[in-house]
C-alpha cells in the first residue's frame, strides 16, 4: 500500500493549475486554483517548508490534524495534501462570497441583529463541533470565517493555530491575533483551551452588530490596555439580549465566561437554527450507485490523465457497480474520482430527466 501511495502523490502535483492569490501569511500563499481535468474550483494553501522554523512546523502539522479530523458543514473541507520537497499543498474548499471581515466593513455600524444571529449561530455550531472533539480553534477572528452563498452558510477556516485539548488540563502556548485574543493568552499564563475561544467569540459577536472591534486603540500598547481592563462600550441601539450575551463571553475571568451549552441556550440566539447548513453541504462524494460503464469510464479518464494507475484506483473505488463511495475518505484518488464523476456522469444523469 505505501509504494503505491507515494506513486500516486508524485502524479498529482500536475492536477490543478495555480491562478491568482487570494491570501499571503508569513509561510503561505492562498491561491485560486482549478483542477485540470474537471474545471473544480479549489483554494490551495501553499506553504513554502524551507522557510519554516521547528514552531511554524510543528503548527503546519497539527493543522493538518485537526483539518482532517474536523469534518463539519460550518467548517471549510480539507480535500488533500499535497507534500512535495519544498512545497506543502493544503487543497481546500473554495467560498464563493469573501470573509466576514470585509462583510462587516461594508455595514456601517454593524449588521442587523436578525442577520447577526445567524452567522453567530453556525460560528457557535463549529466550534461547539470542534470542542466536542477536543479540538480548540485558537484564531478565531472574522477574517477566518467565509461565506458560501450558493449554500447559504459561512464555514470555520485557517486552523494554523489550532491543537488538540484534554478536558481539565491547560495549554501555554502564546497564540493568535492581538485584537480577538483572551487575557490570559496575551499574559502568557497557562489557559483553559475552551475558554479562549469563547473569548474570541464574544469579540466576533460585538464586530457583528457594531461594525467594529470592542478592543482597538492606535497602538497595541493601548489594546493590550483596554482587553486586560475588558473595558469596552457597547452602542445604545444593541438590544439588552444581546449585550447579555457579548458581556458573559468577555469576561476578564476565564472562569465566569459562559460555557458553549451557555451560549447556544442563551435567550438572544433562541429560534435559530443552525442545523439546515447540514442539508445544504455540497457533500464530497455522491451516494448515487454506479453502472459498470460509468464507473468504468471514470477510471478510464483517471489512468490516461495519469492521476494513478488502475490498480490504485480500483483499491479505493470498488469496481461493485452497486458501492456507493464513502463520504469519510478524502484520500485523493477518491476526490479525483468524484471530481470526474460530477463532470461526465451528472450531465448525462440531467439530460435523461
Keep these: 500500500m505505501a509504494a503505491l501511495k507515494r506513486h500516486h502523490d508524485g502524479k498529482i502535483a500536475g492536477l490543478y493549475d495555480l491562478d491568482k492569490t487570494l491570501g499571503r501569511g508569513h509561510f503561505a500563499?492562498?491561491?485560486?486554483?482549478?483542477h485540470v481535468f474537471t474545471g473544480e474550483k479549489v483554494a490551495v494553501k501553499v506553504i513554502d517548508k524551507t522557510k519554516l522554523d521547528p514552531v511554524a512546523r510543528g503548527h503546519l502539522f497539527q493543522e493538518v490534524r485537526c483539518m482532517k479530523m474536523v469534518q463539519h458543514p460550518n467548517v471549510v473541507r480539507l480535500y488533500e495534501v499535497i507534500d512535495t520537497a519544498t512545497k506543502l499543498y493544503l487543497i481546500l474548499e473554495l467560498g464563493d462570497g469573501g470573509d466576514m471581515y470585509d462583510c462587516i466593513m461594508k455595514h456601517d455600524g454593524g449588521l442587523s441583529e436578525e442577520v447577526a444571529k445567524c452567522y453567530f449561530a453556525q460560528i457557535v455550531h463549529a466550534i461547539s463541533y470542534c470542542h466536542r472533539l477536543h479540538v480548540v480553534h485558537r484564531d478565531l477572528k472574522p477574517e477566518n470565517v467565509v461565506f458560501f452563498e450558493k449554500q447559504g452558510i459561512v464555514k470555520l477556516t485557517d486552523f494554523g493555530f489550532s491543537?488538540?485539548?484534554q478536558p481539565g488540563t491547560t495549554l501555554n502556548t502564546s497564540c493568535g491575533s492581538l485584537a480577538y485574543s483572551a487575557p490570559e493568552i496575551l499574559l502568557g499564563d497557562e489557559y483553559d483551551a475552551p475558554a479562549v475561544d469563547i473569548w474570541s467569540l464574544g469579540v466576533i459577536l460585538f464586530m457583528l452588530v457594531c461594525g467594529q472591534p470592542p478592543f482597538q486603540e492606535a497602538n497595541d500598547s493601548e489594546t493590550l490596555t483596554m482587553i486586560m481592563d475588558c473595558k469596552y462600550t457597547v452602542p445604545p441601539h444593541i438590544s439588552h439580549a444581546c449585550r447579555d450575551l457579548i458581556a458573559r463571553m468577555l469576561q476578564r475571568d476565564p472562569k465566569k465566561r459562559a460555557t458553549l451549552d451557555e451560549i447556544e441556550?442563551?435567550?438572544?440566539?433562541?429560534?435559530?437554527?443552525p442545523s439546515p447548513a447540514t442539508k445544504l453541504s455540497t457533500p464530497l462524494v455522491s451516494h448515487r450507485s454506479l453502472s459498470e460503464e460509468e464507473h468504468g469510464s471514470i477510471i478510464q479518464r483517471m489512468v490516461l490523465g495519469s492521476i494513478a494507475d488502475r490498480d490504485t484506483i480500483t483499491e479505493y473505488v470498488s469496481l461493485h457497480p452497486s458501492r456507493n463511495l464513502n463520504t469519510k475518505s478524502f484520500h485523493s484518488v477518491i476526490l479525483h474520482y468524484y471530481g470526474i464523476f460530477k463532470v461526465l456522469v451528472k450531465p448525462r444523469?440531467?439530460?435523461r430527466l
Design 349 to 351: 444523469a440531467t439530460s
Design 163 to 165: 491543537n488538540r485539548f
Design 29 to 34: 500563499v492562498v491561491k485560486l486554483a482549478r
Design 265 to 273: 441556550c442563551h435567550e438572544w440566539l433562541q429560534g435559530v437554527d
